[in-house]
């Protein structure tokens, strides 16, 4: 099991106890939305307020960024379940840089044969 599927179910896991814990319909419906949209947008880039924020207005949904950093008793429901999907898409990301760092290296030294090491005179450049 990878760190992306470990990552992806508990963001899975904190977005249902988020529903459980929701006290309306109209929460359940902005965690829900607020969900498909973070994963759109993790497939793509890192999650951010902002981008969430601007993902759903599309759907016609109202939410502030200053709902998601408003402070509530109890908790924020919208602002738990983004910082989940942040580091979710964080480590997403950084494993497919990673990934073409490695293939770039391989390219880079796959570049130079023996043949072109052999030509430099200096032994200590070669």
Not at 80 to 99: F, G
């Amino acid at each position: 099991m990878t760190n992306n599927s470990i990552s992806k179910k508990r963001v899975d896991s904190v977005f249902s106890t988020l529903q459980e814990k929701a006290k309306t319909a109209s929460v359940r419906t902005k965690l829900a939305r607020i969900h498909n949209a973070c994963e759109k947008i993790s497939e793509n880039t890192v999650v951010s307020v902002a981008n969430v924020v601007r993902y759903i207005a599309e759907e016609g949904v109202k939410l502030s960024k200053r709902t998601i950093y408003n402070d509530r008793e109890g908790g924020n429901p919208y602002k738990e379940l983004i910082e989940e999907w942040m580091k979710h898409s964080e480590l997403v990301h950084s494993e497919k840089k990673s990934r073409v760092k490695n293939v770039d290296t391989e390219t880079a030294l796959s570049l130079v044969d023996e043949e072109d090491l052999a030509k430099i005179p200096d032994i200590a450049l070669r």
